[in-house]
């Protein structure tokens, strides 16, 4: 099982998003856990208040320290080791499917989402651990990337997924991206799906969807080649794949 205490401004976000389908039911059998915190609850302000203006100047608003510490230690303060806590910033290094599955070997994720410009810096330099991105764009909040967070990392938890082998087919579990697949009818608009998946031969099967893998990955991500793990097999194919 895995905790995630997500400190943020919009809670009712989360339910609306991760209370139904795969996230939800994962959260009925008691294979994760999805603890809430409303970080305006912590606001000394008699409004609540949670930001006010940077000293560096400049236009938009900064999150203050205090309810966002507060908030922390409403989950941490009373615990014996601190639990790793991520804020979601696109400063943070890039998140992808290897740190989702480092993730998921925890047992309990603090999750922080900043909002307005961001969060005043003592309080990050005083209880994050590590800061994530989704990628080189900003967002308005962090609420959307942890959820994509506790998504990719709640797959990898076993028991979530019906079947466990769906993930380690996905594009990225590899370092390859996932080849084509097809389903009913057999023929859509005059076009077949490829013969070999009616075949019967598993053998021959698998060697196809390795093959399309190396293809798709070629075609559409070659940057993710350098650093995948290919057998000479691969490279021959990868090699006349070129031609």
């Not at 006010?52 to 230690?73: E, K």
């Not at 303060?77 to 910033?89: A, V």
């Not at 962090?142 to 079947?163: F, K, T």
């Not at 991500?221 to 057998?231: I, K, M, N, V, Y």
Request: glycine content about 8%; aromatic content about 8%; some cysteine.
């Amino acid at each position: 099982m895995i905790k995630f205490d997500v400190l943020t401004l919009f809670p009712d976000m989360f339910s609306a998003v991760l209370g139904d389908s795969i996230i939800g039911r994962a959260q009925e059998k008691g294979l994760l856990e999805l603890n809430l915190i409303n970080i305006r609850d912590f606001s000394k302000n008699k409004h609540r208040k949670t930001d006010d203006y940077p000293f560096s100047g400049g236009g938009g608003m900064l999150m203050t320290p205090q309810p966002v510490y507060d908030a922390y230690m409403s989950v941490a303060g009373n615990k014996e080791n601190k639990p790793h806590t991520i804020y979601l910033s696109p400063q943070g290094k890039t998140f992808n499917q290897k740190r989702a599955r480092e993730l998921s070997k925890m047992e309990e994720i603090v999750l922080l989402c900043g909002h307005y410009e961001g969060i005043d810096q003592r309080v990050i330099d005083m209880i994050v651990d590590e800061e994530i991105s989704m990628g080189d764009f900003v967002l308005t909040g962090g609420e959307i990337p942890a959820m994509a967070v506790i998504d990719a990392v709640s797959r990898m938890i076993p028991g979530v997924l019906a079947n466990e082998k769906s993930y380690g087919d996905e594009s990225h579990y590899d370092g390859l991206l996932e080849y084509p697949q097809y389903t009913q009818p057999r023929e859509f608009m005059g076009r077949k799906i490829p013969e070999i998946l009616i075949s019967g031969h598993h053998k021959n099967i698998e060697k196809w969807k390795r093959e399309q893998s190396l293809a798709v990955t070629k075609k559409k991500r070659p940057d993710l080649l350098e650093a995948a793990d290919l057998s000479e097999e691969d490279r021959r194919f990868l090699a006349e794949f070129d031609k």
